[in-house]
């Protein structure tokens, strides 16, 4: 078992559309969570964080982690055609452990 | 202030030859990670630098190698190219050791072994 999944998609939404993109992961040890945004041929961007459960909200992002179910959710409100890209969930057990990442989910939002 | 620049952008390498790939992390960022990323997967943990030394290895073998230098940049060096090297090879840096809430990525190297 892998030690993060996320459904790479593609994943193809209308302008203004709320978008929800989700990963699982097998190991209840890990207390990071991270979102990273992936343009083409650039390097992730760190998007937001949480640690352990709960929600963070970043202006039309927000962060979900549900531990008891090892779930984990960005959600994207009011969706642009600039949030077209790769996003990767990643996790991490300490804040100075490796990143685990996600295999990514390619989201295109057609204007 | 510059981000973290990596060089070259691009190169196209022979199997059995030898790579050497360069980072130079955001002024003031004292650590540098490097991750290997395969076409349609995520990013994969290498090695992790701190103060010159290593601070972590991921699950990949002695193939590839790296170091960190006084001023903190770094190099990735990878012998004996096999095909399945061929990858965007990323480098982050971040001020501390700590990884995740101050990682900065430079827009890779794009290696492809033919």
């Known amino acids: 078992q892998k030690e993060v999944e996320q459904d790479p998609g593609p994943l193809s939404v209308p302008e203004g559309a709320i978008v929800s993109l989700n990963c699982t992961y097998s190991n209840s040890a890990f207390q990071y969570f991270m979102w990273y945004r992936q343009y083409s041929r650039k390097g992730p961007e760190l998007l937001m964080y949480t640690y352990s459960s709960g929600n963070k909200e970043d202006g039309r992002f927000t962060a979900q982690v549900d531990k008891s179910s090892k779930y984990i959710s960005l959600f994207i409100r009011d969706s642009q055609p600039s949030d077209s890209a790769t996003y990767l969930c990643?996790?991490?057990?300490?804040?100075?452990?490796?990143?685990?990442f996600g295999p990514g989910t390619s989201l295109s939002v057609i204007p | 202030d510059a981000g973290v620049t990596q060089s070259p952008t691009h190169l196209i390498k022979t199997r059995g030859q030898h790579v050497t790939l360069r980072c130079s992390p955001i002024?003031?960022?004292?650590?540098v990670s490097w991750y290997q990323q395969v076409l349609g997967q995520g990013p994969q943990f290498i090695f992790q630098y701190y103060e010159k030394e290593e601070r972590g290895r991921g699950n990949f073998p002695d193939r590839f190698s790296a170091r960190q230098f006084p001023n903190y940049s770094s190099e990735l060096n990878v012998n004996a190219l096999l095909l399945g090297d061929s990858a965007l090879y990323l480098c982050?840096?971040?001020?501390?050791?700590?990884?995740?809430?101050?990682?900065?990525f430079g827009q890779g190297t794009r290696l492809t072994v033919v």
């Open positions: 002024s003031g960022h004292k650590s």
């Open positions: 990643a996790i991490s057990k300490t804040s100075y452990d490796k990143v685990i």
């Open positions: 982050a840096s971040s001020r501390e050791a700590r990884s995740i809430t101050e990682a900065f």
